[in-house]
């Protein structure tokens, strides 16, 4: 890591690694394959005892233009007898892993818990955090960006990514994901146990952590019903601890983007909160109607650019009409009434991809929100959402066929945040799979999960702490701040981008295959950075394949 943000050095990444494999391990019972750099005419698995327990033939495919390498695959979903491994064969060995049940255990706690680190306005006590603690940041009232001399006292919420600001739509998608993966896989979530202040009935640990961002969300609601767009500082903070940047933080002026996100997404979490606390969900259902009917006396749409002098994150849209269709859809869940009906085949006669997950196009979550409630007495539009991620996830299937690791990011799809394309791609055809009660896409989505923890031409995990070889030097103020040695676990990194916009890097990557355009450095934010709603589909595909070992 380089300690000096402004040296222009920096080290790409090389893998002394023949075979890839999965770094949190493989299932007895699930589908399990490996990629092999080259070729091999055999391969064997290796126990912790140096037994040779199994081997195989793998199959050559050739010249992986997306990774610059040739590959071989092997699949050994024969092997299920649970214990350590590593592969050797002719191209070198890979690291060591385990076959196990519980597989996803303390992965899965851990992308949780990232949230618990990233709460902002509260202290992080030893109790709770270990290692990582700190006192309570930003709990100073914040101005208005139109009229700074009013004073608004806004606290709480998620830190958006490295950065400190917390925004509205990006807080709304990563909720949505991780509610929706609630709403469908609850069974996932029985074991997860977050070790946070707020308990939670019924052991829901990580309900009570989505409660954190909520509450901070509902302050972010003007009198009217609109919603602000984020609270940031003018610029983001020095590389410093929370509780030390001192920069004046603002409230930037209302979006109707921001406003129907927070609609929908409180719509939602009414839904859910109403086993849990009925006055909490009360309130959340209160919120998102008065920010409805703001909209609906609003129909233009009321962009948001950052300002002149502000630099933080803009999240940025092109329109709105997806994120009112979502609203629209939730806020016709919760209540069932007709005018929310009406509004949502109003907005499908529009130009909506009913497919994108977030952040700036949510139609997709729109789609989902409404396959999730069954609404079999309408199948015209149950029909439309559902064949929409079919053909979506057949698309996506085509694509892993066209590449030696099995995904479907081709070679022009490598940009800021690949990874959350990766994982979010493989959430269509999650969703595919469960609303037409089909397998036939499974494997894929096993590719996408295994290439973010260590089945990639680097051999990285990408979520910190997670597997073996994993990222150690994320772009995230907390982890660099800290003095703590280990990185704080849980966190989905963007990945590989092949245009990075950092002035190290520019020009650098023009020969690098684009699944290799990355540096494990925390200096480059378009490459190594951490946000909410990275880590959020993550969860959401996990909780997808975890759902299957409830079925047996
Ligand atoms: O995730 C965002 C990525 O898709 C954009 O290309 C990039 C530039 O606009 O911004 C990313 O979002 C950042 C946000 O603006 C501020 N917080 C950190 C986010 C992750 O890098
Ligand atoms: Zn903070």
Redesign the pocket.
Known sequence: MADNFNSAEFKLHETDKGVMINQIGYNPRDYKRAIIKGRAHAVYLVDENGNYVWNGIPRYYGLDKVSGDEVSTIDFSGFTKKGKYHFVCEAGESLEFEVKEGLHESAFNALLKSYYYQRCGCELRREFAGKFIHPACHTKPSRLWEDESVEKLVVGGWH????Y?R?VTAGATAVAHLLYAYKLFDKSFNKVDLNIPEKGTMGRSFIEEIRYELKWMLQMQREDGAVYHKQTTKEHAFFVMPEHDSGQMYIFPVSSVATADFAAVCALASQVFVRFDNAFAIELEKAAEKAYAWLTKNPKFTEFKNPEGCT????GENGDQDNRLWAAVELYNKTGEAGYLADVKYFLLGEINTVALG?AQVGGLAALGWLCEHHEEYNDITNRFRSDFTARADALLLKCNEGGYGVSLREHDF???SNMFMITNACQMAIAAQFNNTYKYDQAIYHHIDYMVGVNPLGISYVTGVGTNYVKNPHLRTAFADRVDDVIPGYVV?GPNKEPVEWQLEGKFKDIPPMKCYIDDVRF??LN?V?IYWNSPMIFLIAYVESKHFLN
Not at 160 to 163: K, M, N, R, S, T
Not at 312 to 315: H, L, M, Q
């Open positions: 958006d990514a490295g950065d600001g925004y933080t994150g803009e999240y952040y940009h800021w945040g963007g934010y378009s950075e946000t």
